[in-house]
């Protein structure tokens, strides 16, 4: 790793350059949802992250700050619709469990936390901040159980990074974290892919499942991954709970609402025809 900035200088600059960052209006094609610095020692990463505590401007860019120590890198994502599109899809999903009574969050014990930016700093490497697009929690567990993470102009390598910490740095109670990419295509069309990261599968064994969003595979049959309710808990469910019980995730709903963003932006679904 080339040596760290620590200096005041380069410490208000940066500062500057992510108040300039989260003050653009928002406009999908026009590469304002992210922006990172390399080369940020721990102490001046909490530095520049503490010149925007209670800032209205950070706060109403649904900015998501990170920290990662181990590449001394501040990644920051602005929300939009675009990018809490698979955020939103997973909270439908929830609605739909939770209709099906699938997850027993009926009662205080069972209880299962959703929502979306809310920033950790309780990992085991204490430099680290990490704030996901979206994620479900067990009320008694101080990580997520099931994480969401989507980029648009974020790189792929960065967003695999927040995808490492996740694995690294939650003793073990992150089970499932679902990672999506937009990218756009030489012809100006949106490709996009969903990945399904297990960082802490059987036998402590990662494994990952990849589907396309777009360009659509050609099959018409409706594509349905699954989570179970021992990665929604954590791994350990309460009294009563059946941990082999399954969640269905409709990837083709997630790829219409993919298409309606998209759309809603001006921009082309790859290889979409209608």
């Not at 698979?86 to 609605?95: D, G, I, P, S, Y």
């Not at 991954?225 to 083709?252: A, N």
Request: aromatic content about 10%; overall charge negative.
């Amino acid at each position: 790793m080339a040596s760290l900035f620590t200096s005041a200088a380069q410490q208000d600059s940066i500062i500057t350059a992510i108040k300039t960052f989260i003050a653009l209006p928002e406009s999908v094609p026009d590469n304002t949802d992210y922006i990172s610095f390399s080369n940020i020692s721990a102490v001046n990463a909490h530095a520049i992250r503490s010149a925007f505590d209670n800032d209205p401007i950070f706060d109403a860019a649904y900015a998501r700050f990170t920290y990662d120590p181990m590449f001394g890198q501040i990644r920051i994502t602005r929300g939009s619709p675009l990018i809490d599109v698979t955020a939103n899809w997973l909270q439908k999903q929830e609605k739909k469990w939770k209709e099906n009574r699938a997850v027993q969050i009926f009662t205080y014990q069972n209880d299962i936390l959703s929502y979306g930016g809310l920033e950790l700093r309780t990992f085991t490497i204490d430099t680290i901040i990490k704030t996901p697009c979206f994620c479900l929690q067990p009320w008694s567990k101080p990580f997520p159980s099931v994480v969401v993470e989507t980029g648009y102009t974020q790189p792929l390598i960065d967003l695999e990074r927040d995808k490492e910490i996740w694995k690294n740095f939650t003793n073990g109670e992150t089970k499932v974290v679902i990672m999506t990419k937009f990218a756009m295509t030489a012809r100006g069309t949106v490709m996009a892919d969903v990945w399904f990261h297990r960082p802490q599968a059987a036998n402590g064994i990662s494994t990952s499942s990849r589907c396309a969003i777009f360009p659509a595979p050609r099959s018409s049959q409706t594509e349905v991954f699954f989570l179970d309710l021992s990665e929604v808990y954590g791994g350990e469910c309460p009294e009563g709970v059946d941990p082999d019980r399954i969640l269905e995730l409709d990837l083709t709903e997630l790829r219409e609402m993919c298409r309606e963003e998209l759309r809603n932006n001006e921009l082309v679904p790859d290889s979409d025809d209608r």
